[in-house]
């Protein structure tokens, strides 16, 4: 082969590798590095709370409510919609926002609790989310998904469930090898 084969193979090789561990969208990728330790999750609720952990990324957060954001480093916050900001305490840097609309997110934080109606919420990067549900009228919790809406789960209603991004995956065991087998006597 070629040099420039060689390269041109490597190149579709990198973006493949890319673009499957990174299925945002690039609206949702806005502003993020590439890093194929992040992922994409989805969730959204009528009535509900979540928290995120030691997390990274962007997010994009509608909401009816309160969020708490704490110790965040990175662009600042941009709000839409009816959102005001509640408390700031720049000492321990923690900030409450309440209201309804849009908060978008993009850098690090320690954690960014929310509780409220009507939330819908894109992550992509890696972290920890905390969810826990309540029921609306019509019985339901709400829905969280990573890649695939149609490989949705429920959102809890019955205490808290965390949950990782990237999702853990587990490997498949490998084929054993012939020197590996035990040999019959």
């Known amino acids: 082969m070629t040099l420039s084969r ?11 590798a890319v673009s499957f561990s ?9 502003g993020v590095p590439a890093n194929p330790g992040f992922g994409t999750m989805h969730y959204q609720t009528k009535v509900g709370s979540f928290k995120m952990l030691d997390a990274q990324g962007r997010v994009e957060i509608d909401f009816t409510g309160t969020l708490l954001l704490s110790r965040y480093e990175g662009l ?3 709000v839409s919609g009816d959102i005001r900001v509640e408390y700031d305490n720049k000492d321990r840097q923690k900030v409450v926002y309440f209201g ?9 934080w320690r954690g960014a609790q929310i509780f409220g ?18 029921f609306d009228r019509n019985l339901e919790t709400g829905w969280y998904w990573y890649d695939d ?3 949705r789960g429920p959102w809890p209603s019955q205490g808290v469930a965390d949950f990782h991004l ?3 995956r587990l490997a498949t065991p490998a084929k054993p090898r012939a020197r590996d087998e035990v040999k019959k006597p």
């Open 100 to 108: 309804s609309g849009r908060i978008v997110l993009n850098g690090k």
């Open 76 to 78: 600042p916050a941009a």
């Open 166 to 168: 990237p999702p853990f």
């Open 6 to 16: 060689i390269t041109l193979a490597l190149t579709a090789v990198l973006a493949a």
């Open 149 to 151: 809406p149609a490989d």
């Open 22 to 30: 990174q299925p945002a969208t690039p609206a949702q990728r806005a």
């Open 117 to 134: 109606r009507n939330l819908r919420a894109v992550w992509f990067g890696a972290g920890v989310v905390r969810l826990s549900g309540e």
